[in-house]
């Protein structure tokens, strides 16, 4: 079966999902991101690799941050920009999403980076441009539903990386509402693929997936257990409309049981990282003193999120 | 009496309707937008033409759809471009419309691209830009009330004349709802100054203006009688509020009387082409069969649309 | 005390409030604007000065003006401009402010430009950023809640020195609700920095602040009183929620006892001009014939607006 991912010479050409991208495409991936951190450092933080290149933000579902940081990364490599908060729009007056692909197509787009809440899109998108012959064009999801979430898991390896050289011998714990993140799904593949010694799926039974353990994946109920000797620890946002509600007796409650407190973070090894994907809940999901703490390495991801996504667009681009 | 659309030279110095525009300057649109063409099909699609001038996407009425066409135009004619959402902005502070104008006017821009759910409010701009003496700044109208949209009429006409070189012997159907249509206005008009052999109106009683026949067109009630020996077959769209209530009995019923069918195309010239200004409703004005068929040019109009608009905005910067 | 919007070397850090800026960095500012009145006026309308650099435009309020016109400055100096509109975003999802900014610094971002509903917002991300060792990040205010909008200081400081070049004798009133506005707090810091030789608070009681003579205005109740013999008068937009209610009987009223009429405009110097921050009321606190007259400065200090913010910009980016 083809990979909708990668071209006929198995270079990217969507980026879709970690699930099902070669490890060598992903270490490619980061090794290029390296070359752009630099470029958000200069005094003209430009370069001209996506100049004259039109970049669609197709946003189904709201989410600025994200939306921001494919904006910077665009317009860094040079291309033009154009935001489309299709909720407001066509969709809206019952133009089905291929129809609107089609349109944007033919106003000849480069790149569409896809934001929806249906877990699968993207891939549809992916499909329907090969099915018409427009491989040229490029797909980057930025979070389908449930699903995925490539490039935070992209950019969280870059961080494993930058922080613990080495995947071997590594052991990660994944806390929180698994169930409910495309970050967890994205980040359990890539540290998989990548050879990482053990990751841990660490969460109450209500916010963990059934199928959870058939992703190679070790489960804690115990949050102590769950990240004691770790090496790398991250820590999921818990959606406010899980705080009070069937699955979770309330957000203090939460914390007692699973948010990340210093007491708690002295159980895993000393030089221990602690990642986050925004926005956190100070006092939810992690105490602010380890939010702030040196150990905290959760605005580096977000430098390094920029460096990732003018990667994998350059990429494209490029291929 | 003056044509506010054209300067002391007979030039074109805004674009307002289509209705009062000289043959000539539509064929002198017409003739750029041809040069246009492969600026969007080049690698870096970008042309000098605009640098440093300021647009304005001044939007009373949200519709994304046209402002991505125009914004996309005006990037790749490396303008600044301004999106104003002004349907949440000073208006709603009791700011007038012309106070609004003489704003944007200060700030030093260069054209706006105006959005208005009032028929003539861009003729009201432009009037008032020529009366405080600023007739160096642009209006193009992007929709105006049920009155006019002509840059949608301009492409539409690049799109008939690519496929079919010539007006003088063309028999066009426009079917559907032509009461509410901006497009059909500005498809009439083009059409007649253009030189059409024939133009037909085509739909129930209830969606034709009661003096459509004065405009110079043939109207038909049957979609048969209408589309038979057609060399063009303009489907238009039915706004989703028609579609049940006083003026059709429902979507379904419309679809049978006046869906555009394999059937019912089959009684059109061979080589007949179909249009539709999108976004479509598949199964309501158009089946499905007929929008991905050979005969079906629409997304060529979506192509040839961003070349117009580039073509109208760099001419009026130019005069 | 450090003062929070100056460096080391007393040069502009961040433009927080004109309260607190000292004599020569106003006067550097509005010279600074002076070279850039120019730019706006070229035929390509952009120099280079920001080229590379991210201007972030964070609004936890809505201003589709005031956006605007920092936009404008931003891309004329060709700055990448990114527009958040916060109220929609991660705050709503129950993030802190701190971590807003700390992530967009973390993203690289050169300059925010902050809107927000609350008094001393700015000021609160100056500190952070100078607690956090980022004092290469650059904040300008524009507007927090009652207390200060000092680009529209310095605007109406640029109008004012435009047309009567200097301030040592001139007799100002500002008219209006003063209670309520930001501009009306940073103008009076201004002329009393800049020397004015009068200002005065023109208004009824309950919208004039309890301890205004503390600024150092003189307070009339009577706008003939107010405006008799002045250079400059500058009005204050009424809000529509003042109108009617408690403070005010209702608008009518206001513009019989307050509203700027030729009659009462005859009171002042004969070379008066009359200032308005916008968007305008017309017929609630000025009438038209004033606000389209002669004396109306009004749409220059648009036009001065955009260059004073270029200038603003450009010096924070330049220390």
Redesign the interface.
């Known amino acids: 079966m083809r990979n909708p991912q990668l071209n006929a010479h198995g270079e990217l050409n969507h980026l879709l999902s970690i699930d099902g991208l070669p490890r060598d495409v992903i270490t490619h991936i980061l090794d290029t991101a390296s070359s752009f951190l630099e470029v ?7 370069v001209p690799l996506l ?4 970049v669609f933000n197709v946003f189904f579902e ?1 989410s ?2 994200t939306r ?2 494919f ?2 990364a665009a ?2 490599l040079s291309a ?1 920009v ?1 935001n ?3 909720a ?3 969709t809206a ?4 999403l291929l ?2 692909v ?7 787009a480069d790149m569409f980076v896809v934001r929806h809440a249906a877990s699968g899109a993207p891939y549809l998108i992916a499909e329907h441009l090969h099915r018409t012959g427009r491989d040229d064009v490029h797909v980057v999801n930025a979070g389908d539903g449930r699903h995925a979430h490539p490039t935070q898991g992209l950019l969280d390896m870059y961080t494993i990386r930058h922080y613990k050289q080495d995947f071997a011998n590594l052991t990660v714990a994944i806390v929180g509402d698994i169930l409910h993140s495309r970050v967890a799904r994205s980040d359990i593949h890539a540290l998989t693929t990548l050879g990482a010694a053990e990751v841990r799926a660490v969460g109450p039974q209500t916010l963990l997936p059934t199928d959870v353990e058939r992703m190679g994946v070790r489960v804690c109920h115990d949050l102590r257990e769950g990240v004691r000797d770790c090496d790398v620890i991250i820590m999921l946002r818990l959606q ?1 409309e899980r705080m009070n509600g069937a699955l979770l007796p309330s957000a203090r409650e939460y914390f007692n049981c699973y948010g990340l407190t210093p007491e708690v973070l002295a159980l895993a090894r000393p030089d221990a990282i602690v990642m986050h994907p ?5 006092g939810v999901e992690i105490d602010s003193d380890v939010a702030d703490g040196p150990q905290a390495v959760i ?2 991801q ?2 390094f ?2 460096a990732v996504r003018m990667a994998v667009m350059s990429i494209l681009a490029g291929n």
Do not use: C, Q, W, Y
């Open positions: 958000s450092d200069r005094d003209v933080k430009k100049r004259g290149k039109s709201n600025t941050r921001t940081t904006e910077i317009k860094r033009d154009i489309l908060d299709v407001r729009s066509s007056k019952g133009e089905t129809d609107t089609d349109n944007l197509v033919a106003m000849h406010n925004g926005p956190m809940n100070r605005l580096s977000v430098s999120g920029i």
